[in-house]
């Protein structure tokens, strides 16, 4: 990779770092979760950059990526595992969540739910663009975002000074 394309990709990750990191959450409901999920992400484009620097949204292929690792994800971790010990949980002091009765509710969810709320209404997606992201029909997109906003409703309190309401 020549020097200036290295420059690129630094100013690309230092400029859009926050808002990957605030995707990813939204998407993993972990911090933790969403850092690896940008860092894999982030590493998976550098191997395209010099292709992807001349489109005019490499941001779009960042998120797409995300999108698309997260969904792997959670397929291959369809079981649970059993523990007899209970993991310590450290909450990132950075991450800025808006609304932590709504990041509670969104963490509740499937995570394909998840996934269709996320990208339906934090994104500002289309459903058609949501679908072609997540590999379904546009009825599935449907069927999931009136399944997970039941359960948003249900889970979050009638607030009349709330920032976001599904």
Known sequence: ???DEEEAFDAFVRNRMPELLRFGHMLTGSADAAADLVQDA???TLNSWSRLRQRDDPEGY???TMVN??????????????TDEVPDRVE???MKVPDQALQTALSSLPRKQRAVIVLRFAEDLSERQVAEMLGCSVGTVKSQTFKA???????????EDATWTP
């Open 1 to 3: 990779m020549r020097s």
């Open 92 to 94: 990132d002091a950075d």
């Open 62 to 64: 960042v998120r797409r």
């Open 42 to 44: 982030l590493e998976r």
């Open 149 to 159: 906003l039941a359960k948003l409703r249900d889970q979050l309190p009638n607030q």
């Open 69 to 82: 690792r997260n969904v792997s994800i959670w397929r291959k971790r369809r079981r649970e595992y059993l």
